[in-house]
Every structure is written in structure tokens, then in C-alpha cells.
T-cell receptor, first 111, second 112 residues
Framework: KQEVTQIPAALSVPEGENLVLNCSFTDSAIYNLQWFRQDPGKGLTSLLLIQSSQREQTSGRLNASLDKSSGRSTLYIAASQPGDSATYLCAVNRGNTPLVFGKGTRLSVIA | DVKVTQSSRYLVKRTGEKVFLECVQDMDHENMFWYRQDPGLGLRLIYFSYDVKMKEKGDIPEGYSVSREKKERFSLILESASTNQTSMYLC???????????FGSGTRLTVV
């Protein structure tokens, strides 16, 4: 059974710092990896989707990379801002199966 | 942009009540999902559906059922609400498995 782990569970950084969030998964035969952002009490907002044939995706200050052979993905956030404070979740699926989620990393960016 | 709409943001129900949580998507997506989210446990899959009138059990289906009579609507039913079903419920949809998921804004259900 696929398991997704996100470390650290919480992270606090000063504004302007570049940071990396980590995601690892046990079954490397994944189809998609998707990163989400969740603000307190709200639903999930999709940030980046990496499909099976891709190795990375970029959107603005965000860059996500995928290394299937090692079972890892990283989400890089450049020049962090207080508005980036949220919980970041990664999720993977294999073939026609639903996404399996990690428990998230709670990020606080301090002004 | 795809929109997934969950009918209620907050609900308070009594133990033993039958509860309906509604989810509607507006982009003709094939696949729809119900998750619940609890502190320390993350998101767990309750039920999903890949087509109208089709349903599949997820990891924690006990105490729940679902209905998908139309492609755009996927309802989660708590047959007899219990306090351990107090949670955030999240609905999602995707057109195909290799596309990204879109989530609704969630329903915070409290059972008293």
C-alpha cells in the first residue's frame, strides 16, 4: 500500500528565505504527483501537477521536482513571503487509483 | 476554471440523524471523490466514483454511503451520524486519472 511522508511536519522561516519542502513515497510506480496548498479551515488549492513522464514543473516562485527512482519530490519556494504561510500537501496516485496524501508540512513565514 | 461546489461550509447535526453532503462540479468530470480530514490523520478516502451510478469504497467507508445519479453530482450520506464522524469533509473531481484534482472548499461537520 502506498504511503506518503512529508518531513518536516512544521517549518518556520524568515521572510525572503528560499526553502524546500520534502515528500517521499514508498511505491515508485506512480502516475501523478500533485502539490496542494491548504489555508486554515479551507479546501485544497492545486499548485503543481507532475505527470509520469515529467520530472519537474514550475509556476511563478514555485518549482516542484520528481525523482521516481528514489521515491522523492521536492517543492522549492523562492523568496518566501508571509502570504505563503499555509499547509502544503503532496499526493500521488498509480494508474487509475485515487490520490494518496501525505499529512502535510505547515509553513510559517515570519515578516 | 473548474469549480467544485460543496453545498455547506459548516453543518451541525445531532447523533443519529441522517446527513447529506452535496458536491457538484461544473466541467463534466468523470471521476469524483470524498475524503475526510482529521488532525494527525491527514486526508483519508471514503468513497469514489468513476462514472454515473458507479461507486467504489475507499479506505474508510464504514458508516457512509454515496449516490451519483448525475455526472455532475456526488453525494455523501451519513446513515446515522455519530460523534466520531465530526470532521472536515472534502470533495474532489478530475476528468481522468492522469489529470490534476480540483477540490471544493470543504464542509466542516460537527455531530453533537
Amino acid at each position: 500500500k502506498q504511503e506518503v511522508t512529508q518531513i518536516p511536519a512544521a517549518l518556520s522561516v524568515p521572510e525572503g528565505e528560499n526553502l524546500v519542502l520534502n515528500c517521499s513515497f514508498t511505491d515508485s510506480a506512480i502516475y501523478n504527483l500533485q502539490w496542494f496548498r491548504q489555508d486554515p479551515g479551507k479546501g485544497l488549492t492545486s499548485l503543481l501537477l507532475i505527470q509520469s513522464s515529467q520530472r519537474e514543473q514550475t509556476s511563478g516562485r514555485l518549482n516542484a521536482s520528481l525523482d521516481k527512482s528514489s521515491g522523492r519530490s521536492t517543492l522549492y519556494i523562492a523568496a518566501s513571503q508571509p502570504g505563503d504561510s499555509a499547509t502544503y500537501l503532496c499526493a500521488v496516485n498509480r494508474g487509475n487509483t485515487p490520490l494518496v496524501f501525505g499529512k502535510g508540512t505547515r509553513l510559517s513565514v515570519i515578516a | 476554471d473548474v469549480k467544485v461546489t460543496q453545498s455547506s461550509r459548516y453543518l451541525v447535526k445531532r447523533t443519529g440523524e441522517k446527513v447529506f453532503l452535496e458536491c457538484v462540479q461544473d466541467m463534466d468530470h468523470e471521476n469524483m471523490f470524498w475524503y475526510r480530514q482529521d488532525p494527525g490523520l491527514g486526508l483519508r478516502l471514503i468513497y469514489f466514483s468513476y462514472d454515473v451510478k458507479m461507486k467504489e469504497k475507499g479506505d474508510i467507508p464504514e458508516g457512509y454511503s454515496v449516490s451519483r445519479e448525475k455526472k455532475e453530482r456526488f453525494s455523501l450520506i451519513l446513515e446515522s451520524a455519530s460523534t466520531n464522524q465530526t470532521s472536515m469533509y472534502l470533495c474532489a473531481s478530475t476528468i481522468y486519472s492522469n489529470y490534476g484534482y480540483t477540490f471544493g472548499s470543504g464542509t466542516r461537520l460537527t455531530v453533537v
